[in-house]
């Protein structure tokens, strides 16, 4: 009789540990931040098939195109309503020298992609494809230009080539080569990773290179150039103290860069193929980027308190072992709905943080690390669990951030990380809806979640759930749609509460009219 009751003693706090409850506060009478469409910005570097085979196949491809476009990464892309791309680089900026990829196709130099796996690029993809991309994209073009093997006098000549309408010598080029107006190039990056492949120098070094190479970009004919200085990897602290001291206003924007992998020496680990433990270790060390955040905004607040430079977290996302047999150096991963609670866990950070952070880049556009798109050689493309999590949060771009307070069961983690087991951000639009983006992080138990929304209209509510049975699950050219967005009914709204019963592993947003 004894070891029944034990039993069932034993099953009844099982059941109790299926169901978790938490709590949400909203607090509308305290918005002040817009949450910039740039946090939701993309990069695309020449590494791997980004460019070649992801975005770009050219004109005579037996793949649909749109003018050497892939049309159908084209459009899914369309639909993220993509607001600002990075390119060409990476390491690879630092190394390319624009002149090679303008005029005659058949005329462009080859060159050898010395950081990605010693690729030869025919520079059929160059300062034409990128912008023209970025005009069809409707979004802001952002170059990094190079700083580490390149001179002043070729970044300035690659302003005015892009930027100036005058009788000036760079701009009867790029007339000779089919372009007669100028495009609009508001986003230029004074080199990459300054401290690594673009160049190993030292900040004072580089601060020093900053404030000659920004004084020769020029503003030409109404185009305003918003000139980023190359930032600090995660902790490196100090990189950011020297160049707020040293460069300071001379900068509109100073960049940051953060992975969520295990380290830059050994096995990252696989995409795919991990354990429970290392879910959780992941979602300690993506929520790390909140600490590296706020220590670099605190240096930055003691040189510059009108928060006139702003911070770019211009690459960030997930990095792991290459799949296997796939090039060494072209950095192809999977994407799973691991990497989809990063991505949704880390954007619910960024907006936090919005009234100095103003744009992020993850890593990458296509087929490179954290990607939006997987393609092949044989027209295939799937959409990972990442790009949905983009087109659910799409509806926060250019909204009100909302703040909140969060209360749920929280969870200790490998390297003496500990992790809340919910993750929320809300925001109102200019047409006065409301949307809640609220993620389980719990990967074995549902959660019910009760948010407070005193103040916000409710009239009219619907949600959309991206969840899978596995948290390695994953979309396949095979099975493209194993993870995917469905619509979500589990909810109720009730005298200014919305109650929400989220399955294990799940991202829900509501959107409140």
């Not at 980023?228 to 100073?254: F, H, K, P």
């Not at 992020?360 to 556009?365: R, S």
Request: glycine share 8%; charged share 25%; proline share 3%.
């Amino acid at each position: 009789m004894k070891h029944k009751l034990l039993i069932i003693c034993l099953l009844a706090v099982a059941g109790l540990s299926a169901q978790r409850t938490a709590t949400i506060k909203i607090y509308p009478d305290r918005a002040k931040d817009t949450i910039p469409a740039e946090i939701y910005g993309q990069f695309a570097e020449h590494l791997g098939t980004c460019i070649y085979g992801g975005l770009w196949v050219g004109k005579d491809s037996k793949i649909p195109n749109t003018q050497g476009y892939r049309t159908d990464v084209l459009n899914a892309l369309k639909a993220l309503e993509i607001p600002v791309l990075r390119w060409p680089g990476g390491c690879f900026a630092d190394e390319y020298h624009w002149m090679d990829g303008i005029g005659p196709y058949g005329k462009r130099p080859k060159m050898v992609n010395n950081n990605w796996g010693g690729t030869i690029e025919d520079n059929s993809f160059g300062t034409h494809e990128f912008l023209n991309l970025c005009e069809m994209l409707g979004c802001e073009p952002y170059i990094s230009g190079n700083v580490g093997s390149g001179t002043v006098e070729e970044l300035a000549k690659w302003v005015e080539y892009m930027t100036s309408d005058g009788d000036s010598p760079m701009a009867n080029l790029r007339r000779q080569n089919g372009r007669d107006k100028a495009w609009k190039v508001k986003y230029l990056g004074v080199g990459n990773e300054s401290w690594g492949c673009g160049g190993s120098m030292r900040p004072e070094y580089y601060a020093d290179l900053y404030r000659r190479y920004a004084t020769y970009c020029r503003n030409y004919d109404g185009n305003r150039l918003y000139k980023v200085g190359s930032g600090a990897s995660d902790y490196d602290y100090n990189w950011t103290e020297v160049l707020m001291q040293n460069v300071g206003g001379r900068m509109d924007g100073l960049s940051l860069h953060y992975y969520t992998c295990k380290g830059w020496s050994g096995s990252k680990g696989s995409a795919t193929d991990f354990t429970e433990d290392d879910y959780y270790w992941t979602i300690g060390k993506c929520l790390e980027i909140e600490d590296v955040i706020k220590r670099h905004c605190e240096i930055m607040d003691k040189y510059d308190r009108a928060k006139r430079v702003d911070l770019l977290i211009d690459e960030w996302g997930t990095w792991w072992d290459e799949e296997p047999g796939t090039v060494r150096g072209h950095l192809y991963q999977q994407n799973t709905m691991r990497d989809a609670m990063v991505a949704s866990v880390t954007f619910d950070v960024f907006h936090k943080y919005v009234s100095r952070v103003k744009m992020a880049n993850i890593a990458q556009i296509a087929n490179v690390l954290q990607s939006m798109v997987l393609t092949n050689d044989k027209g295939g493309m799937v959409l990972t669990p990442t790009y949905h999590v983009f087109n659910m949060y799409k509806v926060h771009q250019n909204a009100v951030n909302l703040p909140l307070a969060l209360i749920s069961d929280q969870k200790d983690v490998r390297d003496n990380r500990t992790i809340p087991l919910l993750s929320a951000t809300a925001s109102r639009d200019k047409s006065g809806a409301t949307h809640i983006s609220v993620s389980n992080i719990d990967d074995k138990n549902t959660q019910t979640v009760i948010i407070d929304m005193e103040g916000i209209k409710a009239g009219k509510a619907v949600a959309t759930i991206l969840t899978s049975t596995n948290m390695g699950d994953h979309n396949t050219f095979e099975n493209p749609e194993t993870v995917k967005p469905k619509s979500f009914t589990d909810f109720t709204v009730n005298n200014g509460k919305l109650q929400l019963k989220l399955p294990a592993k799940s991202i829900v947003t509501v959107e409140l009219k």
